[in-house]
């Protein structure tokens, strides 16, 4: 891997400006660059060309999604952005089709990922504290983990042919922020799959 897309998913709110997930942002385009990487970012809540994000995505080795979980998903901006770039990717630079044919109309959706051999790494930020996952008496994930909640995400980039790295989560940011080592966590993560 050389080259990385950092994708910053976050949409601002009053109450929510967006400065944690920027400071994921940019720890990861700074790391990666000092390791010699050639690094891209992109930030779905201010304007984009479609093609040019397109281009992005056939030029990384590796994206990076670094986004805030908004109402157990991602937030609205990043759903937008999906749609129109994801859904322009479908003619070959991201997948062609569904991956179905005329042969065998019910066999094999989603196979038809263009980007086969290229890694995804999601990097998450949770206003919920981490023991609310995986943990079967919790109220509401019921003992689901991050990557459970993060199922359907996991399933776009399968459906371009991507590999997942490791996620990273940073939990209770809101409550009980603990920014600085969670800013190590996420270093020593980076350092670990790049």
């Given at each position: 891997?050389?080259?990385?897309?950092?994708?910053?998913?976050?949409?601002?709110y009053p109450?929510?400006?967006?400065?944690?997930?920027?400071?994921?942002?940019?720890?990861?385009?700074?790391?990666?660059?000092?390791?010699g990487y050639q690094v891209r970012t992109t930030q779905t809540a201010d304007s984009y060309d479609v093609e040019l994000e397109?281009?992005?995505?056939?030029?990384?080795?590796?994206?990076?999604?670094q986004t805030p979980v908004n109402w157990m998903g991602v937030p609205w901006s990043f759903k937008k952005y999906m749609d129109e770039v994801y859904t322009a990717g479908m003619g070959g630079?991201?997948?062609?089709?569904?991956?179905?044919?005329?042969?065998?109309?019910?066999?094999?959706?989603?196979?038809?990922?263009?980007?086969?051999?290229?890694?995804?790494?999601?990097?998450?930020t949770f206003n919920a504290p981490e023991e609310a996952f995986n943990d079967q008496a919790e109220y509401l994930f019921k003992g689901k983990s991050v990557d459970d909640l993060f199922f359907p995400m996991h399933m776009n980039f399968r459906f371009f042919g991507m590999e997942p790295l490791e996620?990273?989560?940073?939990?209770?940011?809101?409550?009980?922020?603990?920014?600085?080592?969670?800013?190590?966590?996420?270093?020593?993560?980076?350092?670990?799959h790049f």
């Open positions: 891997m050389k080259n990385i897309l950092v994708i910053n998913a976050h949409h601002p109450f929510s400006e967006g400065k944690l997930n920027q400071t994921f942002s940019n720890k990861a385009e700074s790391l990666l660059k000092n390791k397109l281009d992005n995505h056939q030029w990384a080795d590796a994206i990076i999604l630079q991201l997948c062609e089709g569904d991956g179905r044919n005329s042969t065998q109309p019910k066999k094999n959706y989603g196979s038809g990922g263009t980007l086969t051999g290229k890694k995804y790494m999601l990097s998450l996620t990273f989560a940073s939990y209770d940011v809101m409550k009980n922020p603990q920014i600085e080592s969670d800013l190590l966590r996420f270093e020593k993560h980076l350092n670990t």
